[in-house]
């Protein structure tokens, strides 16, 4: 249990907590390994597990309904995925795919949310800490999605132009 706590005390997502809240976790972790070319989960999917990765890399896919799979995320280990489980929602919201073999520790949502429960001060770190990762990823799928809308526009200014003549 030393060991795990150990490595858990590296990872972003548990940076700054106590050897207690530590342990807390710890006690709730199952390991997972991660297959290069399967996917974790598909967008739609009962959110069940937050997963932390260890090792390897895993990409964070979007679907819209009107159009092509997107990559809106890369994984690489120390980063979370899986989130909606944390945040209570009853689906995954992407899918994800294994780009690089390698392992992570899961967290069953019910445990996650028990343990919130029982100790509140330590669910709020975590959220925090999650609130983080959302954002930044927030963030750069909006980047993305910003340059996909923005591919082929005519950025010369001749719309004005083009409707004066009709076309």
């Known amino acids: 249990m030393a060991m795990l706590r150990e490595e858990l005390a590296h990872l ?3 940076e700054g907590l106590s050897s207690e809240q530590l342990e807390q ?3 709730l972790l199952d390991i997972c390994y991660l297959t290069k070319g399967t996917r974790v989960f598909e967008q739609g999917d009962a959110a069940e597990y937050l997963y932390i990765l260890l ?3 895993v990409l964070i896919r979007y679907k819209p309904y009107d159009g092509d799979e997107l990559t809106v ?4 280990p120390g980063g979370v995925f899986g989130w909606s489980a944390a945040l209570g929602r009853s689906a995954y ?4 795919v294994v780009v690089q073999d390698g392992r992570a520790y899961r ?3 019910e445990k996650l949310q028990k343990l919130c429960d029982q100790c509140p001060e330590t669910g709020v770190i975590l959220l925090k800490k999650l609130t983080e990762v959302i ?3 927030v963030q750069v799928t909006h980047e993305q999605v910003f340059g996909i809308l923005s591919q082929g526009m005519d950025s010369s200014g001749d719309c004005e ?3 004066e003549d009709g076309n």
């Open 12 to 14: 972003p997502l548990f």
């Open 55 to 57: 090792e390897g890399e």
């Open 93 to 96: 919201t992407a899918s994800t």
């Open 25 to 27: 976790f710890a006690a």
């Open 161 to 163: 132009r083009e409707f």
């Open 107 to 109: 967290l069953r949502a």
């Open 135 to 137: 954002s930044r990823r």
């Open 73 to 76: 995320a890369r994984v690489v």
